[in-house]
Each structure stands twice: as structure tokens, then as C-alpha cells.
């Protein structure tokens, strides 16, 4: 039985997703290393652009232990076939030839073929679609972007993961691989 994980809303709304270890190993290490030290809660949503994706944060959620990156999940397991990325997965953010981030989760609104093997899908929505279809229709303010081409509408009103919940069904998940690199986006600093 695979991991799940569910993201309490402030506002009494909930999103549960299973995790995918068999598709996305080393991602799902890390999002639950992340998840457990409670590093996702009490933050609010930091990016929304409707018709692409809700984007959890972009700033490895202003904490410390959230800043490092992990290798794409073809550099440590080729034999897996990446999943396709669509409404209802939940991926991982990244920065290019530098790699993915250790926990910046995300959810698309719409099919994003150019993201296999990139953005690695490491879950599935189970139950929550319709906050996620809720959330694409906030009211946003557009925030400057260090990343030119990369567009950033911050919520007018917060919308605040109030704390995730895992149940891992008596499995241990190690801590995940890391690059050691010392470069970090400079939307962390």
C-alpha cells in the first residue's frame, strides 16, 4: 500500500494524495523527509498560474532544511519510465541542469508533456481536485520574478496549508539523496 499525504487547508478544505515511491523514489524520500519535520506547515500558497498549475512554494517554504536539491530521478534510477504530467499528479519543481528541489511541490491544471523526465510526477490527487480547481480562480497580484519568462501571481489573500499529515503504513522512508552543490535558486536566499 502506497503513502499518502493530506494537505489541511486553513479555510477546513483538504487535498489527499497517495505517493508514488515505485515512480519517483528518491522525490518521494524527500517530500516525506519534509513533510515530516512539519516543514509545509503553516505556509501559505505562494504561486498560482491559472490554466498551468498551482505551485506550493517557491522559496523552499522560507525554511532552512527545505534548501537542497535533489538529482533528476533519471540520473539515479534510468530503468523507471518518468510519468506523465496532468491535472490530478503532483510533481516536483526544479531548476534545470541543476536539479530538482528537495521539497516545492506542485500541482498542473492542464497536460505538460514537456515536463517528463523533468518535473517528476511523485503522487496523485486522491481527493482535492476541487480545491485545486478553487484555488486557480483566487484573485492573484502578479510578483516580480528573478527568472525572466517565469510568471508568479501570489494569492491577494493567503491561502495557508495549515499542517500535512502522512501515513506511511509502517514503512520507514529514508532521508532523500542530495546534490552537494553550492548553488541555490536565488529565490531561497
Known sequence: MNPTATFFMKNGNKI???????????????????????????????????????????SAFHKEGCKYLIPLESQLHPEIEPLDSHPGCVCMGGYGEHGNAGCEPFFPLTDCPTHKGIYPVFGKVLEGMDELWRLEKVPTR??????????????????????????????????????ESDWLPETWR
Do not use: M
Open 16 to 58: 489527499v494524495i497517495e505517493l508514488l515511491p515505485e515512480a519517483a523514489p528518491n522525490t518521494v524520500n524527500s517530500f516525506i523527509h519534509c513533510a515530516k519535520n512539519g516543514w509545509l506547515d503553516g505556509h501559505a500558497i505562494q504561486r498560482i498560474v491559472p490554466g498551468k498549475w498551482v505551485d506550493l512554494s517557491y
Open 142 to 179: 502578479p510578483v516580480d520574478s528573478p527568472y525572466p519568462g517565469v510568471q508568479i501571481n501570489e494569492p491577494l489573500e493567503p491561502e495557508i496549508i495549515e499542517r500535512v499529515e502522512l501515513e506511511l503504513h509502517g514503512v520507514e522512508y529514508p532521508e532523500p539523496i542530495r546534490i
